[in-house]
Structures are given as structure tokens and as C-alpha cells.
């Protein structure tokens, strides 16, 4: 299993917290009600704030 950064955790946890209280929506404006979609959308903006998070896959 990898290994995730403390703050690549966190916005995980935010937005998994928010997609459970139906306030997450993915990049084309649709409510997220996949947990794995929610956990993609966190570990990206995990990404874009430069915390330890590997590379997508391809």
C-alpha cells in the first residue's frame, strides 16, 4: 500500500466529509457519489497544493 503525506490525508478526508453530505462535484459540475471518484478528487488537490502524493497512473 502507498504511503500518503499527513496533508494528502486531510484533503481526502475533507472530501470524502463532503461528498457523504453531498456538497462534492467533479470538474463538469455533476454531484460525486462514488467514494472512489472523491478519493481521485482529493489526492489531485493534494497534488496541485505540493503535498507528497505519487504520480497518477496511466
Known sequence: MT???PKA???VEKT???MKEG???SGSG???TNPKQ???IGLS???HAG???PKKKS
Open 3 to 5: 504511503k500518503y503525506s
Open 9 to 11: 490525508s486531510e484533503k
Open 16 to 18: 470524502m466529509h463532503e
Open 23 to 25: 456538497k462534492l462535484k
Open 30 to 32: 455533476k454531484k460525486v
Open 38 to 40: 472523491a478519493v481521485a
Open 45 to 47: 488537490e493534494a497534488r
Open 51 to 53: 503535498a507528497k502524493v
